[in-house]
């Protein structure tokens, strides 16, 4: 102990001198008349005090206030000030990717510092450490938990801030949990501190928290920073909470601008206009909030066709989390003064992130919002109106650099309509991925674990979600994870997708798998066009090759594109109703699946493309047996009923029956022909135009959701024997007949 404490006595004397010499660095002093403006500075001593007397802190301030920037620093200065700086290291949590990096290069460059000295960043698949002491972290949440799992104490940390709190993902939610844990038994180690006079306890006797090292020299703060406490502070508040709450020097103006409440329903032309009315006013870049990708897709197509009635030149950047980073990053690049930066984003750039050249903000005031139909288990995808936090946040946006204007696309009544805040993640989501998380971090069973979160979900959710996990191979009977689970667990994609993947990697056809998985993760490349549905159909049972399967079709119009040249993608994509945006995007989340797959030793060639990957690429009975395997139990019974039987013209009806009863299959499949009327009941029937393989007894499904009628989305039908060696099939005896035998999942027979 004594010779590592003059070694960490000799360390703060070296990181005090290296901190006066930056103090005389002229970039700091610049940063420095900044950031004392900010009234999260002038409240330093407070602060500090607060966050030495105190385990933990709660900060509340307004958008702009400095939380993100200047607490982090705030500590570290304190603690470089007084030697005592190689006590400290803090990791900051941020929800999404682009803010951790982009707070991270802030903050270095507020400390006139290269990054990779006292600051650092770390996202998936890409970090900048920075030194091991007296240094802070910029990572997403995610990357938190995984720390958590390798380190249950988070031991390597002297202050651990979560920022964005109110967030309320399911990650900030684990995150918490786990805090509030190491809490719980950290004051219980002090306390044996204490009694043992600061000593550690002899070497043979029993160290009663083997994840804690009791060692470590400085004493551990948790911070959390929010936008709203209250809850927050009831959570921790055995934990002894401090709340401050900080106001925020500038604020924009605020408009609502609609009068009429009819036009409220999403409206890109009116954006348009908004946007055409600003660029003909004082400069300043326009960031525009819009609900999800295609909303963004449409208005940046809008824009780019309008440009000459814009009255001044634009760069127009797209920002959604579907962007690779380096595409995301360019938000923050500077066009010449003449031209006016326009961003079309969705509720990523609500967050954490400041552009210094907005001025405008445009607020859609919609989110894409994921919900769940708890008693169908249905997941739900729907626009629907944000609520006044995210408003709060968006307008934050504006005016952080100099005086902004938001415009919120409602009427007033709206808007004093509009819900505090969304309901938390985990309230709404079918809870595969919080489930294999909680198992990654060995937080025990999933149903005591959920219960310990701030708002825990509904018990029916989490039964069904570990029943689907057990039915998948995720999980075992005493609910472990199996080696399957392990990866499934370790891998950034939806249980279904990772198991493709998984499953192509081994069986030698990842790249078509890697394709459906990208579709899954973000959406199906074909285009809707109105009143050419048939034409649509027509050319992906073409792609199918004549196999029952949506996600053939898929696969190869993607693989046929990416081995187009890229002069003749266009052409491609518009013969075949493609959009090539959407498949210049799925084609980069292939690369990062292609990653994923390869740190965990997966491709044994290294390349997602590579011949021994995908020997087995043509060989699609073997492809629909893994979509089988990965879809399991999105399962459904096929009965196929003759409609007409002349050769050149075979039609069948097929009735599906999932685990939850009879479903139809939604329009846009393949295997769907023109609806026909039913006389008796009245109500269209799917017809199936049969393909290479009548007589496939099962479906299996991607989605499941309710519109006009409850359609399966994304089918491919199979026959027993795949689904006998991937899925949980029941054979049984036939009494009657000793030559043949009972399939059946559940209660269902064929
Ligand atoms: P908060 O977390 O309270 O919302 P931040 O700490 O993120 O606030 O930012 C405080 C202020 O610092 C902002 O209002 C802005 O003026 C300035 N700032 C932050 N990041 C940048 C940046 N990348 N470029 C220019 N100014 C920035």
Not at 21 to 30: A, P, S, V
Not at 382 to 408: D, F, K, M, S, T
Not at 699 to 725: E, G
Request: with cysteine; aromatic share 8%.
């Amino acid at each position: 102990i004594t010779n590592c404490n003059d070694e960490i006595a000799k360390l703060n004397t070296v990181l005090y001198e290296e901190y006066n010499e930056t103090l005389q660095k002229e970039q700091y002093k610049r940063m420095m008349i900044f950031r004392e403006t900010l009234p999260t500075y002038k409240k330093r001593v407070e602060l500090l005090n607060l966050i030495k007397n105190n385990q933990v802190v709660l900060i509340s301030g307004e958008t702009g206030c400095g939380k993100s920037t200047q607490v982090p620093q705030l500590i570290l200065d304190d603690a470089l000030m007084t030697k005592q700086g190689a006590n400290v290291k803090i990791i900051i949590t941020q929800p999404r990717r682009i803010a951790a990096s982009s707070l991270a290069e802030r903050v270095a460059s507020e400390r006139a510092q290269k990054m990779g000295k006292s600051v650092g960043y770390a996202v998936r698949l890409e970090k900048v450490e920075a030194r091991a002491r007296g240094s802070m972290m910029f990572c997403t949440t995610g990357v938190l938990l995984v720390d958590l799992e390798i380190d249950q104490g988070l031991t390597e940390y002297s202050h651990v801030i979560l920022d964005e709190v109110h967030e309320r993902d399911s990650n900030i939610d684990f995150a918490m949990c786990m805090l509030k844990q190491i809490l719980e038994k950290h004051i219980y180690l002090e306390e044996i501190l204490e009694m043992t006079n600061f000593r550690l306890p002899p070497e043979n006797q029993e160290n009663p928290f083997p994840n804690f090292k009791p060692h470590m020299k400085y004493s551990r703060k948790f911070r959390f920073i929010s936008e709203r406490i209250e809850k927050r502070a009831k959570y921790l508040s055995e934990v002894d909470p401090w709340l401050r709450s900080i106001k925020n020097k500038v604020s924009p103006a605020v408009f609502c601008t609609l009068q009429n409440s009819k036009i409220e329903d999403f409206n890109v032309d009116l954006i348009f206009e908004l946007v055409r009315y600003i660029c003909h006013g004082p400069p300043g870049a326009i960031l525009i909030f819009l609900p999800g990708i295609s909303e963004i897709t449409t208005l940046v197509r809008i824009i780019n066709q309008n440009r000459p009635y814009l009255g001044s030149e634009v760069a127009v950047y797209p920002l959604h989390s579907k962007l690779p980073t380096i595409d995301q990053k360019k938000i923050f690049d500077r066009p010449p003064l003449h031209i006016r930066k326009i961003i079309v984003a969705t509720n990523i750039a609500e967050t954490s992130i400041t552009i210094d050249d907005i001025v405008y903000v445009i607020d859609s005031v919609k989110v894409k919002y994921k919900g769940l139909n708890v008693e169908q288990y249905l997941s739900t995808l729907r626009v629907e109106w944000a609520a006044q936090a995210n408003l709060r946040q968006r307008r934050g946006r504006a005016g952080r650099c100099q005086p902004g204007i938001c415009y919120h696309l409602v009427t007033t009544f709206r808007a004093s309509k509009l819900e505090v805040r969304l309901r938390p993640e985990l309230q709404r989501s079918d809870l595969l991925d919080p489930v294999l998380m909680i198992k990654r971090l060995r937080l025990g069973k999933a149903a005591d674990a959920l219960k310990n979160v701030p708002d825990p979900p509904a018990d029916m959710t989490v039964n069904r979600a570990i029943i689907h996990l057990k039915q998948c191979g995720a999980l075992d009977d005493e609910e472990h994870l199996t080696p399957l689970g392990w990866h499934l667990a370790r891998l950034p994609l939806h249980p279904a997708a990772g198991k493709l993947v998984v499953f192509g990697a081994l069986f030698g056809c990842l790249d078509r798998a890697a394709s459906v998985a990208a579709v899954w993760s973000f959406k199906d490349p074909f285009i809707i066009a109105i009143e050419r549905e048939e034409e649509v159909k027509a050319v992906k049972r073409k792609l199918a090759r004549g196999e029952p399967s949506d996600q053939i079709a898929m696969s190869e119009a993607i693989l046929q594109w990416e081995r187009c040249a890229p002069h003749r993608r266009h052409d491609f994509s518009y013969a075949n109703f493609l959009s090539s945006s959407t498949i210049e995007l799925l084609s980069d989340m292939k690369k990062q699946i292609g990653n994923n797959l390869a740190q965990m030793g997966f491709l044994s060639s290294g390349s997602l493309t590579s011949t021994w990957e995908n020997r087995n690429s043509e060989n699609l009975s073997l492809f629909k047996a893994i979509i089988a395997a990965s879809l399991y139990p999105k399962i459904g019974t096929a009965k196929w009923i003759n409609v007409n039987t002349s050769k050149l013209n075979r039609q069948v009806r097929v009735n599906v029956r999932t685990l939850e009863g009879p479903v139809a299959i939604h329009p846009s499949s393949l295997m769907t022909l023109p609806k026909i009327m039913n006389k008796q009941k009245r109500r269209a029937v799917p017809i199936v135009k049969l393909c290479n393989n009548p007589g496939a007894n099962w479906c299996v499904y991607w989605l499941k959701q309710k519109s006009t009628d409850i359609f399966v989305i994304d089918v491919t039908f199979v026959y027993t024997l795949p689904l006998l060696f991937f899925g949980e099939l029941k054979v049984s005896e036939c009494e009657d007949d000793p030559n043949q035998c009972y399939v059946s999942i559940l209660e269902y027979k064929v």
